[in-house]
């Protein structure tokens, strides 16, 4: 079955820092990869998700993520963070159902002036 | 532009008594799911539907039933709600596709006491 570790559950970053949040996945099939954002008390947003092509996939707030075949990573980067970014970070990997996602158990990052 | 709409957003309960949460999406999905968040357990599913009318389990399904009588909307039941079910419910719907996101209602936050 399809699923994925986030290694951390606590980030800590400065402001202006590189943002660094790791995914795994464990898959037998190709994998369709998301990365999702919650804010407090809200649901979660869709930052970006690899499905095919190219890699290096962009989202939005300045996030990108790259699939690494080989040492089966979806890691979540942002080159300076801002105060805005706090907030829980989701990875997911689809089922091999083809319905729903798996999640990962959270990130909760937060940055510091 | 409402998306997906939970209802209600806040929810106490005694133990053994029932409610119904309430999910409607206005994008046309055919997938409708309801999954459940706790402190370091990520999103768990509870159960999801592939189309009107139907239903089926996912990870977590005990002490809950559903139903999809309408496209658009999609109920879970709790027929005699438990302290273990205290939760944040979150209801997401989608389009057909593995790499179809999902998109998530704002939660109801659930106490059973």
């Known amino acids: 079955a399809q699923s994925v570790t986030q290694l951390g559950s606590h980030v800590s970053v400065s402001e202006g820092a590189l943002v660094l949040l790791r995914c795994n996945y464990s898959s037998s099939v190709p994998p369709y990869l998301f990365w999702y954002v919650q804010y407090p008390n809200q649901g979660l947003q869709l930052l970006l998700k690899?499905?095919?092509?190219?890699?290096l996939v962009k989202g939005i707030n300045g996030f990108e993520a790259e699939f690494k075949k080989s040492e089966t990573s979806f890691h979540l980067t942002k080159p300076s963070a801002h105060m805005s970014d706090a907030a829980e970070y989701f990875c997911?990997?689809?089922?091999?159902?083809?319905?729903?996602?798996?999640f990962g158990k959270g990130t909760s990052l937060l940055v510091t002036p | 532009n409402a998306g997906v709409t939970q209802t209600p957003k806040f929810r106490v309960l005694k133990t053994g008594q029932s409610m119904t949460l309430l999910c409607a999406q206005d994008?046309?999905?055919?997938?409708m799911y309801w999954y459940r968040q706790d402190p370091g357990m990520g999103l768990r599913l509870i159960h999801y539907?592939?189309?009107?009318?139907?239903?089926a389990k996912g990870e977590v399904p005990d002490g809950y039933n559903v139903s999809r009588l309408k496209k658009q909307n999609f109920l879970l039941g709790l027929e005699s709600a438990a302290p273990s079910q205290t939760s944040v419910y979150f209801c997401?719907?989608?389009?057909?596709?593995?790499?179809?996101?999902?998109?998530f209602g704002n939660g109801t936050r659930l106490t059973v006491t």
């Open positions: 994008m046309n999905h055919e997938y």
């Open positions: 539907s592939v189309g009107e009318g139907t239903t």
């Open positions: 997911a990997v689809s089922r091999d159902s083809g319905y729903a996602l798996n």
């Open positions: 690899y499905t095919t092509g190219a890699t």
């Open positions: 997401a719907s989608s389009g057909v596709g593995q790499n179809s996101p999902l998109h």
